[in-house]
Structures are given as C-alpha cells and as structure tokens.
C-alpha cells in the first residue's frame, strides 16, 4: 500500500537512509503491515502500541479527538511532486492526536479509572489546543515505532513538523501546547524527543518541561516457583495472603484458567467490575461508560485468540469471582482491568484472584507482572516496585 506524502520543510537527515520528510496522516491510512514492522523494531514498545489497541480506541472515543498521526521516511523515496511512497519505505511512525486540554463534553463522558490516582503535574488551560500521543488517554504507556537508531532524526523531525504550522486539514489554529504522556523511564525515545524539543524550544521561543507523570508499580519475579516468590514479600503481607487464599479454598473449588480468545468472556469482566465499582467504575449508565464498554469490546475482537490479551478468570463452584484483563507480551504482564464478585466479598475475590493470575503467569514463565499506572496501595502487597513515567510539556513562550 501507498502512501502521498505531503512533507514538511527543512528535511532532516536520517541514520542510514538520508534526509528525512514527514506527513500528518489518518491513522486509516498506515498500512497494517508498516505498522507492525515497525512496532516489532521499537525498542519499549509495548501492546498500548499496537495496531489493535489504537485502531479500538478510534472506534470508541474517535469523536474525542482529531488524528495527527505522522509518518517519516526518506526523502529519496517520493518525489516532491506528491508521488506515493511505498508502506516499507516509512522510517517511523509518531502516533499524535490533538483535541483542547479539556473538551466540553469531557465531564459528562468521564469515569473514574483509579480513584488513588496521583495529582496531575504541571496545569494547563482547559482551551488549549494540545498535542497528545495518539489513544494516550487510556493508555499506560507510549512512544515513538522506529529502530532506535532512527530515534534522533525522527525526534528532529517531529520537532520540525510541529514548529511548521498547524495541520490545515482541521484548520488553521495551531497548537497551544504539546503534552506527551506516558514515557517511559528507559525509552530512548524520552531523551530523543526531549533534545530535540529543546532544541527547537532555542529557535522558536518554547518552554519545555520535563516531570514525573505518575508511576507504574511492577513486580519482578524470581526464576523459582511460587513459594519462592511468596518468600520475597513482606512477613505480614505473605501471610494474609496465604490465609485468604486457604479460607477461599475451604468455600468450595475453586479453579483458575487463562482464556486465550477473551471476545466470548469479556463480558464477564464487564458485569463483575460494575458490581464492584458501581458509577465509580468503568462502565457506568453513561455515554463514557457505554464507549468504555465498546473500546474493550472491539479489543478484545481485534485481537482475537491467539493475541496478546489474555482473560483470567477464577470460579468458585462454576461461579465466576473474579476476572482480568491483562497483556502478555513474552515474559511481560500487563494487568489491564480486573472486576470481582461483591457477593462474596468476605472470601477477598480480589486478593485470591490475584493470586491465582500471578501464580499461572509465574508457571508460564512471566518475570515481569506490571500492574500499570497509579500507585493503589493494594499493588505493593505483591512487592511491587515503582517504575516512573515521564511527561514532556511544551509551551509557547508570551511575548
């Protein structure tokens, strides 16, 4: 598939195959087959970067925001003319969107994600026109798909792009600020964009700010069994474990399975965490509970069996207590969403759940269990460590 550039000016040279161009592009219009090429090149790629979340999330909440999406590659590969360019001559992806920091509708379509959530960082005004990472809004992570070693004239080329104008097929005001969210703290793309930002920051008059954006707790797991995991936790927290564990044991069977195709049980997941979190919750009576609903829906349909998202789900009896939705990526775990049954929550379904799940991602071979952004403190029961998350905040200086 092809794809018509319409470059940016001041092309930027690349790692091995010259001067770089750009376009702004419809996510549509990437070919799938580019965009995994690329995705399986980048260097903390993770699912929130995959083709199939962000191609959910437009289905959902594509009224939220406006694609910006932008595709580098060599300028010898398309003539200046407006000539196509082939899918396997694009360098790097850059997944963008652009929206106001606050939209008017955004009270009405919110639900509340993670109660214990931190405090946001540096404000900014409701009006602003911002640049975010594409899906960033329900995503744990994200980044720039390219080799790394295309990173540093990729990130020049954005900050070119962005200081070009704004994109004129959603008119001609530019933007206000430039928030990107979700990096990682070893990503090379944190540093690469942040040098080259602060580069055109120099030439431009911008401000660029660095800060911690949240954390993202994480659990590393030993090369033994679970008895050797369950030795690296804290005295205390090991043993309510195990005692919750043998009083949900003692209630009947209790049986765990990971179910590879989760588009026939996803709605399990739905009903047990409306139950328990109520209008708190995802999925609430609402307009944003109703999108909520459909961007898990349509990912969990898009990545069919088979893919990275995994359904775990614990019964008692044949009774389901206990449902997640997580990512599997080699030895990585990335645990999404969980909901628990609320009728029996003197057994501590969440508790017995998550063990279960760490207990069959530990036999699987998993180093890894990610429990994603917020700092809950339900997390650090499982000895997880803090792994921040970055954010850079880019804003035109007044006259």
Known sequence: MSIAPAPCNDDVGGRSSGPLASRRIPFTDIPRPTWDRLLAATARATPFSSWTFHRAWWDAYGEAAHEEYMVCYPVASASALGSAIDGDDVVAIVPLMHR??????????????????????????????????????????????????????????????????PDLSH??????VIDLRRLRHDDPALPALESALRGAARRHGWTVIRELEDVCPVVRLPMGGWEEYLATLDGHDRHEIRRKMRRAEAAGRLRFDEIDDPRGVVEALIELHQARWGHQGLFPDTEGGARSKRFLRRLAELEEAGGALRLG??????????????????????????????????????????????????????????????????????GAIDEPIFRLLVTRNQP
């Open 100 to 165: 106001h920091e606050v939209e008017p509708g955004d009270a009405l379509l919110h639900t509340v994600l993670r109660p214990a959530a931190r405090e946001p960082g540096t404000p900014v005004v409701g009006f602003a026109k911002a640049v975010f990472f594409g899906a960033s809004y329900h995503a744990d992570y994200a980044t720039v798909l390219c080799d790394p070693l295309d990173l540093p004239a990729v990130a020049e080329r954005v900050a070119s792009c962005l200081a070009a104008g």
């Open 313 to 382: 789900r614990l019964t008692l009896d044949d009774r389901t207590i206990f449902a997640a939705i997580s990512f599997h990526e080699g030895p990585r775990v990335y645990y999404y969403n969980a909901g628990t049954d609320p009728a029996v929550k003197a057994l501590s379904p969440g508790v017995v759940g998550t063990a279960a799940h760490l207990r069959a991602s530990l036999a699987k071979g998993c180093r890894t269990f990610d429990f994603l952004r917020g700092n809950e403190p339900y997390k650090y029961t499982w």
């Open 171 to 176: 008119g001609d005001r530019d933007w206000d």
